[in-house]
């Protein structure tokens, strides 16, 4: 079975500043990796996801997450946020083995941004 | 526009009384999942469907129970043998089974039970 940790629970930023929000992962066979983004209220939407190929995959909004296979990591990062960047940050894990798209999702980052 | 819709936004409810979530999307997907959000615990999966008449049990599944009688509608009922039932529900959809097929989320219902 598959797991997904996100280590920081809330990431506090000034506007224009850089943000890495961190996804370590745990599975004995190859994975797919996704970030979600959720606004309070709405259910999620996908900001990148890696599947195979280069390891630094680029999203939406100006964000980029790098897969370290060693490292079993999948941080995601952004040179300069914005105030509507505040939001809810999901990291998730499926494995290539079959049985449907089952994610398992980590517990969540809440970014704030501040001016 | 294409979309995957949850209704009500909000639903009061009871204890003791059974629920029903609806969830209806238009994208032509044929896999559907519920899941369950509670604060600083993340998605977790109840259940999921890849096609019409079949559908599996995810990791909470106890207390739930749904349908998947047409393509496009995927019903979670809410029991009252649910021990904990308030938390916002995410319905979910994917074009494909494969496991690379992104997830598309409605807005969600906010149950409370009380």
């Known amino acids: 079975a598959q797991s997904v940790t996100q280590l920081d629970s809330q990431v506090p930023v000034f506007e224009e500043a850089p943000v890495e929000l961190r996804c370590n992962y745990s599975?004995?066979?190859?994975?797919?990796l996704f970030w979600y983004v959720q606004y309070p209220n709405q259910g999620l939407q996908l900001l990148l996801k890696?599947?195979?190929?280069?390891?630094l995959v680029k999203g939406i909004n100006g964000f980029e997450a790098e897969f370290n296979k060693s490292q079993t990591s999948f941080h995601l990062r952004k040179p300069s946020v914005h105030i509507s960047d505040t939001a809810e940050y999901f990291c998730a894990v499926t494995t290539r083995t079959g049985g449907g798209n089952k994610l398992t999702f980590g517990t969540g980052t809440q970014l704030k941004v501040e001016l | 526009d294409g979309g995957i819709t949850q209704s009500p936004k909000y639903l009061f409810r009871k204890e003791g009384q059974n629920v029903t979530l609806s969830c209806e999307q238009n994208?032509?997907?044929?896999?559907m999942y519920w899941y369950r959000q509670d604060p600083g615990q993340g998605l977790r999966l109840i259940y999921y469907s890849q096609i019409v008449n079949d559908f599996q049990k995810g990791d909470i599944a106890e207390g739930y129970s749904v349908s998947r009688e047409k393509k496009e509608s995927f019903p979670l009922t809410v029991t009252s043998a649910q021990k904990n039932p308030t938390a916002f529900y995410l319905c979910a959809s994917t074009p494909a089974r494969e496991a690379y097929s992104p997830l598309h989320f409605g807005n969600g219902t906010r149950l409370t039970v009380t």
């Open positions: 890696y599947l195979s190929g280069s390891t």
């Open positions: 599975s004995s066979v190859s994975v797919y």
């Open positions: 994208l032509n997907h044929d896999a």
